[in-house]
Nanobody, 116 residues
């Protein structure tokens, strides 16, 4: 069973920073890509940032220059560093894992609230 455990969410003031972490609990999996997605109340889930096993990164236009996705392969962990946070970044952030030939998995999500 593959599980994803997210952490790092919370309440932050506009302009502040947070770092989200997502750990893949099962070792030895063949990872194709990992990513962060978010869903705000009343809105559809959207891609925030993704990173492939080769290190290629993609970002939503709304977060370019503010968010950075990274991976620690030894720790089976993906991070999302979020700087210059805005109220419109408020959402539940979920981690997604895509395995080579074995489907994809989602974490339960972590809440990020940007408010003064």
């Amino acid at each position: 069973q593959v599980q994803l455990v997210e952490s790092g969410g919370g309440l932050v003031q506009p302009g502040g920073s947070l770092r989200l972490s997502c750990v893949v609990t099962r070792t030895g999996v063949r990872i194709d890509a990992m990513g962060w997605y978010r869903q705000a109340p009343g809105k559809q889930r959207e891609m925030v940032a993704t990173i492939t096993s080769g290190g290629s990164r993609k970002y939503a236009d709304s977060v370019k220059g503010r968010f950075t996705i990274s991976r620690d392969n030894a720790k089976n962990t993906v991070y999302l560093q979020m700087n210059s946070l805005r109220p419109e970044d408020t959402a539940t952030y979920s981690c997604k894992l895509v395995l080579i030939g074995s489907g994809s998995y989602w974490g339960r999500g972590t809440q990020v609230t940007v408010s003064s």
